[in-house]
């Protein structure tokens, strides 16, 4: 176990519809990223928060927001679905963002959008 | 541009053999190379290197980082059905994580 917990486990949904997704990082740690993971392709990149702060983004499309709260939990929201939106999305948390600590993974959220 | 290079994309082998899996990375701001495990569901981490040369060893795993070169491997001896996963690169950039696509692993019984 990670220590980073991602809700819901499974999202089913349809074209059109909006959703959010959460993510507490490990106890301690104040980076948090979100990654995209299709079967056609590997990790990519959305977004990073460290300490409540946007610090990076990646191919994250505008339908797409994030937000780090004082608590340091963070949220995914998706919105305007598409079919292609469909893939396994991950929380991953690190102490410092980068700083020579490894990123640790949630299990993910697998939303499917029909 | 950042990218992060993994071969062979897939590999087939036999319990009891060793396998050497490879990750080339062209990066501007390097700090460290990590390499992970992942099953059915989340990433799992395996070993973090920083520096060329010396090898991170954790039971019949091995890895090791040639920042000259820009490149490490990770080498599985004896492997088992266990095994079986997809090994993922991930190269730190200031402070960005990049990832290679992975290499699958099976190992037949």
């Known amino acids: 176990d990670s220590g980073v917990t991602q809700t819901p486990k499974h999202l089913i949904t349809a074209t059109g519809q909006r959703v959010t997704l959460r993510c507490s990082p490990r106890s301690g740690d104040l980076s948090v990223y979100w990654y995209q993971q299709s079967l056609d392709q590997g990790l990519q990149f959305l977004i990073q ?3 409540g702060e946007e610090r990076a983004k990646g191919n994250i499309l505008e339908r797409f927001s994030a937000q780090q709260f004082p608590d340091l939990h963070s949220e ?3 919105s305007s679905l598409e079919l292609g939106d469909s893939a396994l999305y991950f929380c991953a948390s690190s102490v410092a963002g980068g700083n020579n600590s490894p990123l640790h993974f949630g299990n993910g959220t697998r ?3 029909t | 541009e950042d990218k992060v290079v993994q071969s062979p994309l897939s590999l087939v082998v036999h319990e009891g053999d060793t396998v050497t899996l490879n990750c080339s990375y062209e990066v501007t701001n390097f700090r460290s190379l990590l390499w992970y495990k992942q099953e059915k569901k989340a990433p799992t981490f395996l070993f973090m290197l920083t520096s ?3 090898e991170k060893k954790s039971g019949r795993l091995s890895s090791i980082l040639d920042k000259k070169e820009l490149f490490s491997i ?3 001896t004896a492997t088992q059905t266990g095994d079986s996963a997809v090994y993922l690169c991930a190269v730190v950039s200031g402070n960005q994580f990049y990832f ?3 290499t699958s692993l099976t190992v037949i019984p």
């Open chain 1, 49 to 51: 928060y460290y300490n």
């Open chain 1, 76 to 78: 995914l929201n998706l």
């Open chain 1, 111 to 113: 939303l499917t959008v």
């Open chain 2, 52 to 54: 060329s040369g010396i």
């Open chain 2, 74 to 76: 990770l080498n599985i």
């Open chain 2, 100 to 102: 290679g696509t992975g």
